[in-house]
């Protein structure tokens, strides 16, 4: 920003202040949302505890496709050890 004023001061080294940009929610918004945050809450809870879900159904059904990759392998390596068992 621009220094409007400088002063010097023993001992002070350095003092930045910015100004806080004004408030995008009037008195009455920040009321009706103080009053009604409860009521937010639960329904952000809400919405956390459904992607939370969808993420672990993902999760669980890519180990259960990973698990049936490896038994299908291990079954055609079975099968193959199998073949190869009379002629050793």
Avoid at 68 to 74: N, T, V, Y
């Amino acid at each position: 920003g621009k220094l409007l004023n400088r002063v010097k001061r023993e001992k002070l080294y350095q003092f930045a202040w910015r100004p806080r940009p004004k408030d995008l929610l009037t008195a009455e918004e920040r009321k009706n949302v103080i009053k009604n945050l409860r009521k937010y809450e639960k329904m952000f809870e809400k919405e956390d505890r459904q992607r939370k879900q969808e993420l672990n159904q993902e999760v669980m059904a890519a180990r259960h496709k990973q698990a049936e990759e490896f038994l299908s392998w291990l079954n055609r390596s079975r099968a193959a050890s199998a073949a190869l068992k009379p002629r050793r």
